[in-house]
């Protein structure tokens, strides 16, 4: 009897180290409307567990803004993307605080007046307070917005920012949750 418990512990020990993962991807489609042609979705929204934010300095209610289905600025053409409005820099941050892994994320230039280029400044933030950054340069030959795939990679992240002039769309995020841990799995199996 005793033997069984000591199995039981170890194999729930094992198990209580893995993580679960899920993928989740944020896409900007609910914010296309016809009409107007820019639309301001406001300094801040809540998607799913994650939380993206514009109120750095100001918090305009039109700091974060989508074009319309049809308007030719509208990089996701007949849905939406969002546009950092302004040049604002956005913060993307899991609500209940906890990590997650930045898979990709779609950018195009913000082409109003004739913009066909945009520099980006990402800035990573891990656990507890390690920073890391991005530069690129999206160029955009034409005068159609339009988004490109940009996969980055990168794990363990409490928070990312991004700054430009451009719009955004297509984020693809996976979060971890942990499974109990193994002194309460033990406590469990005990009886105590």
């Known amino acids: 009897m005793h033997f069984s418990r000591v199995v039981l512990f170890v194999f729930f020990t094992l198990i209580s180290s893995i993580s679960t993962a899920q993928s989740f991807s944020l896409d900007f489609n609910s914010y296309a409307h016809d009409g ?58 899991r609500t209940d605080g906890g990590a997650f892994d930045l898979v990709s994320l779609d950018l195009a230039p913000d082409v109003r007046g004739n913009v066909l280029e945009a520099k980006v400044v990402f800035n990573f933030f891990n656990a507890p307070s390690e920073t890391t950054y991005l530069n690129y340069d999206i160029s955009n030959s ?28 297509n984020i693809v995020l996976v979060s971890t949750s942990v499974v109990p841990e193994p002194s309460m799995l033990s406590l469990m199996l005990c009886g105590s």
């Not at 918090?59 to 990089?75: F, V």
């Not at 917005?145 to 794990?155: D, G, Q, T, V």
């Open 142 to 169: 034409s005068k159609q917005s339009f988004l490109e795939k940009f996969i980055i990679n990168k794990a363990g992240l409490r928070s990312f920012s991004i700054n430009g002039n451009l719009q955004i769309d």
């Open 36 to 93: 107007s042609r820019l639309l301001s979705v406001g300094p801040s929204l809540e998607i799913g567990d994650y939380q993206i934010t514009s109120c750095f300095g100001s918090c305009g209610a039109d700091n974060i803004a989508t074009w319309s289905k049809s308007d030719p600025n509208q990089a996701d053409f007949g849905n939406a993307a969002l546009l950092l409005n302004y040049s604002k820099t956005i913060e993307l941050f």
